[in-house]
Nanobody, 120 residues
Framework: VQLQASGGGLVQPGGSLRLSCAAS????????MGWYRQAPGKQRELVAR???????NYRDSVKGRFTISRDNAKNTVYLQMNSLKPEDTAVYYC???????????????WGQGTLVTVSS
């Protein structure tokens, strides 16, 4: 199983970016999918997550600015980030709790990370 994240880059304050993360491989089912971020010198933190039924939760600092969504048919999770601030600068990691098709084992999987830089 692999998670491939994309969509990071450099954006000015107030701008927008859309991150995508596609899961592939021997997948039977995906439960929660989410986005985490890690800024230099800080611990990784949860940004947003979404269940298979579409329930979402966000960290307070991104509420009203970020929107998480998923396409279950494509095993893909998205993060639309609007009104970006310099403090949103971090490496963003996608995460998914996946039941593998062959072994039927639930486990956490992580993407490789994509850098988001918010700067003028």
């Amino acid at each position: 199983v692999q998670l491939q994240a994309s969509g990071g880059g450099l954006v000015q304050p107030g701008g927008s970016l859309r991150l995508s993360c596609a899961a592939s491989g021997s997948i039977f089912s995906i439960n929660v999918m989410g986005w985490y971020r890690q800024a230099p010198g800080k611990q990784r933190e949860l940004v947003a997550r979404i269940t298979s039924s579409g329930s979402t939760n966000y960290r307070d600092s991104v509420k009203g600015r970020f929107t998480i969504s998923r396409d279950n048919a494509k095993n893909t999770v998205y993060l639309q980030m609007n009104s970006l601030k310099p403090e949103d600068t971090a490496v963003y990691y996608c995460n998914a709790y996946i039941l593998t098709a062959v072994d039927r084992i639930w486990d956490d999987y992580w993407g490789q990370g994509t850098l988001v830089t918010v700067s003028s």
